[in-house]
């Protein structure tokens, strides 16, 4: 979790008693407290760069393309953190190496990129991804614009799931940054209303990515993502989470709603790539890990909410707001 004071600045000195851990509204003891304070950790944090091929169209690909290698080359020497430049793209998701190496990441950057294209509606799907989605796909419907965002949506649940789950048996802290607007929610008026089978597959996804998340120690930040700002009346099911599947959309397993679960930053600012990058790599610097016993689920997706305070004035915390435990 990070910590901050109004200035954005994390403190580096505090201790296990400074903290209260609140689990589905009542009180927690923390058994496990650790201080981990940046690139002179033993194992410090490894720093994931998403570009999204899948969801972002060919002119906004390259803009951010850029702007990856501005932020390489703005420094001298090794990087602070390891770092992996990874590609979602209609072939999967790959990722390359870790490495401190600014001309490797460029190499590597330059070699993930070449002869890339987007997905065919990647261009024209720009509008549908933005509100919590109620609806699933109807196989009857004859617009291919709707399957291609059927496709987009299980596409991108489906490389996020790959790249958390690849951390699980990693025992470092990822930070994995999603470069771009996010996937489509399905909330386009052609969806008709989500069947039961739809809302069990919804939901076995969003505990199947929650958990990877939680299990991986990696905390999702979308940077170039539009304003969550302008949302509706489902504002707190879209961020807080679904208690059941009854509940589940969608817009569920948005690209939005997994970031904030995860601890993790949504930032909106689409003319300093760079600049959000930095911000990201900020909570690498200095943050805190607390862990408790909670009891044995009773069935698949137990939902469990969490909430972390810090006994000083003037200090906010930023970390998992939920999990979903598994018998």
Request: charged letters at 20%.
């Amino acid at each position: 979790m990070y910590v901050s004071d109004a200035s954005g600045k994390s403190p580096t000195d505090l201790k296990q008693t400074d903290f209260t851990l609140i689990e589905d509204h009542q009180l927690r003891k923390v058994e496990g407290f650790r201080s981990v304070q940046g690139s002179s950790a033993i194992a410090p944090a490894h720093i994931i760069l998403v570009l999204d091929a899948v969801n972002n169209p060919s002119r906004k690909l390259g803009y951010f393309q850029r702007e990856i290698e501005k932020y390489l080359r703005q420094g001298d020497g090794p990087l602070a953190y390891p770092m992996s430049i990874a590609l979602s793209s209609n072939s999967g998701v790959s990722v390359g190496l870790p490495s401190r190496d600014r001309s490797a990441l460029l190499q590597e950057l330059k070699a993930l990129t070449d002869n890339l294209h987007t997905i065919g509606c990647a261009e024209a799907a720009e509008d549908e991804r933005y509100l919590p989605g109620h609806n699933g796909l109807s196989p009857l419907d004859p617009n291919p614009r709707l399957d291609c965002l059927n496709h987009h949506f299980n596409a991108s649940v489906k490389a996020l799931a790959s790249l958390a789950q690849q951390q699980v048996d990693v025992p470092v802290r990822v930070i994995l940054v999603w470069i771009g607007q996010g996937w489509p929610l399905l909330s386009n008026n052609g969806f008709v209303p989500d069947t039961p089978s739809v809302k069990r597959s919804f939901f076995h996804d969003l505990v199947e990515v929650s958990s990877a998340l939680m299990e991986g120690q990696v905390t999702l930040d979308a940077i170039a993502s539009p304003s969550a700002e302008s949302r509706n009346a489902h504002d707190r099911a879209f961020f807080d989470g679904v208690p059941d599947q009854s509940q589940v959309t969608a817009g569920s397993l948005g690209l939005h709603p997994l970031a904030h679960q995860s601890g993790g930053q949504i930032l909106t600012n689409t003319k300093d790539i760079a600049g959000e990058i930095d911000a990201c790599l900020a909570d690498a610097k200095s943050y805190y890990v607390l862990s408790f016993d909670s009891p044995p689920a009773t069935a698949f997706g137990e939902y469990h909410s969490i909430q972390v305070k810090v006994d000083k004035p003037g200090l906010t915390v930023r970390t998992n707001t939920l999990y979903y435990a598994e018998p």
